[in-house]
Structures are given as C-alpha cells and as structure tokens.
C-alpha cells in the first residue's frame, strides 16, 4: 500500500491512530483503526485576472473538483475493507494529522506549508485496520517573525495569528445578505487567496503539472452563464469545478460584489430580471438590490 500510494501522491506520511488520538479532541470512532496515511496533492498556482465578460474564484478551483480527483485514485488503488479513504467531508482534523506527520506546519494564516508546494496543495487521509510503521519527518521550518499574511488580509482576519476570525473566504461561502463591508472587501466567486499570495513560502515553489489541475475551461464563469443558464443547465457546464458546492446562487450574489468593484453596469438589466424572480432568495435579493443601487447611482 505505502508503495502504490507514493507513486500517486506527492506526499506520503504515516502515523499511529493513537497519535492523532492523544493530539485531537475527536469524537469519532477511530477504534477500528491501527493507522492514518495523510497524502497530499499540489495544484498549480498561476492566477488567472478576472474580465468585464468572466470571473473567477479561488485558485485552487482552477482544475478539476479535488474531491472527485482523490476518489478516482482512491478508486484505483482499490481500497479493501482494510482501508477507508476520506477527503474533506469528514470530521477528522486533516490539518493536525498532516502537522503530526511532519511533512507541513501550520502557518500563521492557518494554512499548511509544505517546503516545496507551499500552501498550494489539498490533502487527504486513508485509515488502515492494518498496522504500517509511522513516517514522521522532523519539521523545524516556520514563519518565523514574518506577518505578512497578517497586514495584507483587509478585513483583519488574522489580527490574533494563527486563528481566522470573519475571513472573507467565510462570509462569501455563507449564504446570507452581504453587509457594506463585505461587499467591498470580496473580489472572488468563492474563497480568498490574498494571504497566500503574500507569503514568502509560497515563492518560487515547485510547478507541478497533474493533469486533472491544470487550468480548465471552468476556471473562468462567464457573467451571462450565472444569470441566463438554469441550475441545471449550469451545472452541466461548469459541474466538474469545485466552486459550484454551495450553488449557483451564491456565486451570482458574489459576482455582483466584483461587477461592483468594476463599475460594470453591463448586467444591471440582468440583475433587475433576477430581482423580480420568485427563485432567489432574500439574501441574494438584498445584496443584489444595494450593488444595482450603487451601480445606477
């Protein structure tokens, strides 16, 4: 197993499930398992700029969803009942398990840093029922007296370190009416990626070229598409990017927030339409009324 798993993963750590155990506070039930595998997969970081015409959300949604990637190689390893691979939607601590492996440590916006992908990659966990000697590596790497995550990010979020409070990547995956301050501060359809482009650990970081995250035609939504396509008609187009997992609507209320931004009045008809629609939400309406507002104001 280790050895199929080093050959499709770009990092591989073992530990014992009483490591993480002792490290965590989880209620799950983990008494099945001897040991954790925590693998990771870097995607590229090039940063597409956003048009009057398509936008864009966070880098990492640039290639394929992550989630069916891991499954399909989980898929492939052919995972017995032995094994059980988890990706994201789980209530295991990825993050703390992959910090007790050693292979990344937690960086002061509260992301992992990995020496050569930076904080650029996804990870995921494989419990065994089997028991594997652990790979653990010594981490000394930090972010030492560096707070450049910490001044860059405009709404303050990381003003404690190592805690994310309010960040913009939160609120705009929240579906809720967006207040002033939000709507100035957002800039993509989903996520954020300022503290990561400001960190000195995410220069010059290795290019890794899988396939499945190079940049796909997906990566740009065009501005029409969100408003004319149907929910299913545009989940037909776009449904393999991992944006669309809070809808399209709250991608809509989000790309009125940059049309904003860009003084693009070009929608507005179009988002009068979406206003006198019994289908969106108050949430969305009411954003959707203050941004048509200030653009015809």
Known sequence: MLNQLKQQFDFVGVIDIKRYLSYTNTKVDLSEFKSMFVVGLAYNHDILPQTKKALTASIYTYGLDYHLVFNQIFSHLNLDDHYQGLIDN????????????????????????????????????????????????????????????????????????????????????????????????????????????????????????????????????????????????FKDRYGKASYLWRGKTLLMRNALTILLKQNNQDYNELIRQSLKSTFYPDWYKDTAKYVLEQLEG
């Open 90 to 233: 789980h209530d295991l601590d990825e993050r703390a398990a992959l910090e007790l492996t050693g292979a990344a440590f937690r960086g002061k916006n509260n992301l992992m840093i990995h020496p050569e992908f930076g904080s650029y990659f996804f990870i995921g966990l494989i419990l065994s029922k089997i028991h594997y000697d652990e790979i653990i590596v010594e981490n000394t790497n930090s972010c030492g007296t560096c707070v450049k995550c910490i001044k860059a990010c405009p709404v303050g979020a990381l003003n404690k370190g190592y805690q994310v409070d309010k960040c913009i990547s939160g609120y705009n995956q929240t579906k809720k009416t967006m207040t002033k301050e939000e709507v100035k501060h957002n800039y993509l359809l989903l996520g954020c990626d300022i503290c990561q482009r400001v960190c000195p650990k995410n220069n010059g970081l290795k290019i890794m070229n899988h396939e499945a995250f190079k940049i796909q035609q997906h990566a740009y939504v065009e501005i029409n598409d969100l408003f004319k396509l149907s929910n299913k008609a």
